[in-house]
């Protein structure tokens, strides 16, 4: 072999080692599942939040509702869920009820009754549902703690159960906090806490597979 050829040999070989070196510590990665975009929150009934028969309404159980929802739906947005807090109110509910899709009865609580909630979520155009359930709200003035289960199912809008998960909550209100927001503040505590233990069990972050160097 003469000179020439010996050294277009090596150059190739020199140039073809970078590449070989490249190609073993590079990472693969397994496509991610995109969080679930079209989902309707059935929030929790707390006993006393909405009006009884005399159109009366515990404040308190009332201002508890708002907090709980309002801390699993900010959880939700942060995991990347795309959800909306069901309401009677809510125009697609409203039209549903006028076209006798739903009864209004149904309409303004349809947690009492699953394939109720299942026809709700279908007809206001969702993918899956997810009913929440509070059902021991209590609060200690004298301790200042609030303690509760939030209870949470998810499902296709076929009925189709995707998973379920309770979890207990407690938040104490510090000792500085004016006594007439000292429930709200025990309230909002417990709701922060067990709002992201849930929403992560319910919707855990997809797991990325790489290939170990060779």
């Avoid at 209870?151 to 809008?157: C, D, G, P, T």
Wanted: charged share 25%.
């Amino acid at each position: 072999m003469n000179r020439t050829k010996i050294f277009s040999v090596l150059a190739l070989a020199a140039f073809a080692l970078p590449l070989a070196a490249t190609a073993q510590n590079t990472k693969t990665t397994s496509p991610v599942a995109a969080p679930p975009s079209n989902i309707v929150m059935f929030p929790p009934m707390l006993e006393g939040a909405n009006p009884d028969g005399k159109g009366e309404v515990n404040k308190s159980a009332r201002n508890a509702q708002t907090l709980i929802t309002d801390a699993l739906k900010s959880r939700l947005t942060m995991a990347g869920v795309g959800a909306f807090v069901y309401s009677r109110r809510l125009p697609t509910v409203q039209r549903a009820v006028a076209e006798s899709l739903i009864k209004a009865e149904n309409a303004a609580n349809p947690t009492d009754d699953e394939r109720v909630a299942q026809r709700v979520a279908e007809v206001m155009g969702a993918d899956e549902y997810v009913i929440v359930d509070v059902p021991d709200y209590k609060y200690d003035a004298a301790t200042r703690t609030a303690t509760f289960t939030v209870s949470l199912i998810r499902k296709a809008v076929d009925g189709t159960q995707l998973g379920t998960v309770a979890e207990k909550a407690i938040g104490v209100a510090p000792e500085d906090v004016a006594a007439n927001r000292q429930e709200g503040s025990a309230v909002a505590r417990a709701a922060e806490t067990v709002a992201e233990q849930t929403v992560n069990a319910l919707f855990p972050m997809p797991k990325v597979e790489t290939k170990k160097k060779k």
